[in-house]
C-alpha cells in the first residue's frame, strides 16, 4: 500500500518561509514521481510542483516559480518542497503525491495516491 504523510505547515506572516516534508513508504520510491498540490477552501485543487525521482527533473506551477524548491532525498524516501517569500495567496491545505509515470500534457491528471494534508496559513 503506498503511503505518503506530509508535515511542515504551519502559520507565518507573509513574505517567511516553511519547509514542507513528504515521508513516503509502499512502493519503489525512485520507480515514483512525487508530487505538491494544494487546496484553498471554497476552490479547486491546483497542482503546484512534482519531481522525478529517478533522474531528477522538476516542474513548477507559474505562480510559485522563484519562490518554492522541490527535491527528494531518496535515501530517506523523502520529498520536500522549500517554500520562500510566502503570499497570504499560498495560504491552503498542501498534499503530496505520488505517479508511476507523467506525461507532457496534464501532468496533474497522472497523480493517483495521496497524503492527508498539512495546512499552511499565510498572514498579511
Known amino acids: 500500500e503506498v503511503q505518503l504523510v506530509e508535515s511542515g505547515g504551519g502559520l507565518v506572516q507573509a513574505g517567511g518561509s516553511l519547509r514542507l516534508s513528504c515521508a513516503a513508504s509502499?512502493?519503489?520510491?525512485?520507480?515514483?514521481?512525487i508530487g505538491w498540490f494544494r487546496q484553498a477552501p471554497g476552490k479547486e485543487r491546483e497542482g503546484v510542483s512534482y519531481i522525478s525521482t529517478s533522474d531528477g527533473t522538476t516542474l513548477y506551477a507559474d505562480s510559485v516559480k522563484g519562490r518554492f524548491t522541490i527535491s527528494s532525498d531518496n535515501a530517506e524516501n523523502a520529498v520536500y518542497l522549500q517554500m520562500n517569500n510566502l503570499k497570504p495567496e499560498d495560504t491552503a491545505v498542501y498534499y503530496c503525491?505520488?505517479?508511476?509515470?507523467?506525461?507532457?500534457?496534464?501532468?496533474?491528471?497522472?497523480?493517483?495516491?495521496w497524503g492527508l494534508g498539512t495546512q499552511v496559513t499565510v498572514s498579511s
Open positions: 509502499g512502493f519503489t520510491f525512485d520507480d515514483y514521481n
Open positions: 503525491a505520488a505517479a508511476s509515470f507523467v506525461g507532457d500534457y496534464a501532468w496533474e491528471d497522472y497523480f493517483a495516491s
